[in-house]
């Protein structure tokens, strides 16, 4: 039986730190592992990424690192040539501080977009202060965070072994490949032919199933590296991924900003489960089901709309049933008008929603996780970069 585990992984050690990039909180993140480990990453689908994003593409892709590098507080994105050098400036000199190549390290930037690193400051720490590797994961889960109001991080024993996952993301999510930023380590052994698509199996039925504010992030990475040190079954290790990805994907939705609710939208008997899928995210993105939400207004004709502009979508709409928890509020294309003011009690007084859309126009289904939108919401991201 796998079970929660505080423990860090076999062969990796981490650094959070302020080198100047914001203000005052930690700025400059790392994990390194003894050796090279085997490792895998997903990378946003967004074609206006990061300058580290080709980066870690390309290193990645014989799949092999030793560290992740994060800086956290400009995301280096849409900075050109300078921006492309101010990485690879980083990369080198943490190269030869830790002394393992530079082509084993991943690099991750988050936070504003458009300026460029204050690379000279960066450089110049990097120079004169000593990088001190710890066991304890907690500098570097704060170094990476920017409107996270806490770090998410959870862990799992399988068998022998130890799987480690570390997550930020608030906002700007509605994930197309990962989330923002996501690592998970582990002391297993993972045969390197397997390690990518053991990954990409837990990120499809994790980070991809939820959404904060429709937003793909410029920067979105998920990244699993393997030290190799304990033999686990293979269907074991997966299950553990698979629940670690699915905790934290969560985890950033409960943190999503200004967020008062999470939405659990199941769409059920739909022709295909890509046709489920893109039903759930067109109700969660929804700005008005958002609000509807925040509102504890149980206003289904949202949900009606949110479901017929989905593209590709077949159902029949004399079909469909609406619920919200255990009350239907549409069926038979008739509003079941006396659940209307127990499904505004149950919206005010659960912090977790679950509306099931039941198409009754084939057998498969999905779930997508989502929140609501909050006047906070508009604060945080009216004022984020002044």
Known sequence: MMEVYEKVPKGFKFYGTHVGIKKKRKDFGLIVADKVCYAAAVFTKNTFCGECIPIGKDHVKNAELQAVVVTSGIANVATGKIGRENEYKILEKLAN?????????????????GPQLPIELIENFLD????????????????????DKRIKVRSLKVGEATILGIVKGSGMIEPNMATMLSYILTDAK?????????????????????????????????AFLASGHHEVEKTELQEALNQICKGLALDVVKDAEGATKTMFVTVKNAESKEQAKNAGKSIINSPLVKTALFGHDPNWGRIAMALGKTEGLIFDQNKVEIYYGQYPIFSTNNEEKQNINKIAEYIEQNEDIYLMVDLHQGTESFEVIGCDLSYEYVKINSDYST
């Open 97 to 113: 501080k830790l002394t393992i190549e530079k082509e084993n390290i991943l690099p991750s930037s988050t936070g504003v977009i």
């Open 190 to 222: 993972v045969e390197k032919q397997e390690i990518y698509p053991m990954l990409k199996i837990a990120v499809d039925q994790s980070f991809n199933t939820i959404s904060i504010d429709t937003d793909t992030s410029t920067s979105d990475t998920v």
């Open 128 to 147: 004169e202060k000593p990088i001190v590797l710890k066991e304890n994961y907690e500098d570097f889960a704060q170094a990476i965070l920017t409107t």
